[in-house]
Nanobody, 124 residues
Framework: QVQLVESGGGLVQAGGSLTLSCAAS????????MGWFRQSPGKEREFVAA????????DYADSVKGRFTISRDNAKNTVYLQMRSLKPEDTAVYYC?????????????????WGQGTQVTVSS
């Protein structure tokens, strides 16, 4: 089974940047789509971004389009989420997930394994 570990979260001021990493272990994820989701207190977990198996296709939530970039390094078995122009409403626990298919999906139900999450806090 794949284990996913997120890192890179922290406290940042509005307008700042952070890059999250999601390292996979246990098996390679190079053949699978990967996604990032987030959950704020009192809200349901929501889709942020996804990338297909070879990085040739990406999808973003409208709320982050133009500010966030998802990428992957299959040689390192790692997926990244570069976040720029951060806003207080981006504050959440960010989770990465693997989908045991090649192409992306926006629904969390389409993903098979999840990391524990990393906290991102954006101060105003």
């Amino acid at each position: 089974q794949v284990q996913l570990v997120e890192s890179g979260g922290g406290l940042v001021q509005a307008g700042g940047s952070l890059t999250l990493s999601c390292a996979a272990s246990g098996r390679t994820v190079s053949s699978y789509a990967m996604g990032w989701f987030r959950q704020s207190p009192g809200k349901e977990r929501e889709f942020v971004a996804a990338i297909n198996w070879n990085g040739g296709s990406t999808d973003y939530a409208d709320s982050v389009k133009g500010r966030f970039t998802i990428s992957r390094d299959n040689a390192k078995n790692t997926v990244y989420l570069q976040m720029r122009s951060l806003k207080p409403e981006d504050t959440a626990v960010y989770y990465c997930a693997v989908r045991y298919l090649t192409e992306t999906h926006y629904s969390e139900r389409a993903y098979d394994r999840w990391g524990q999450g990393t906290q991102v806090t954006v101060s105003s």
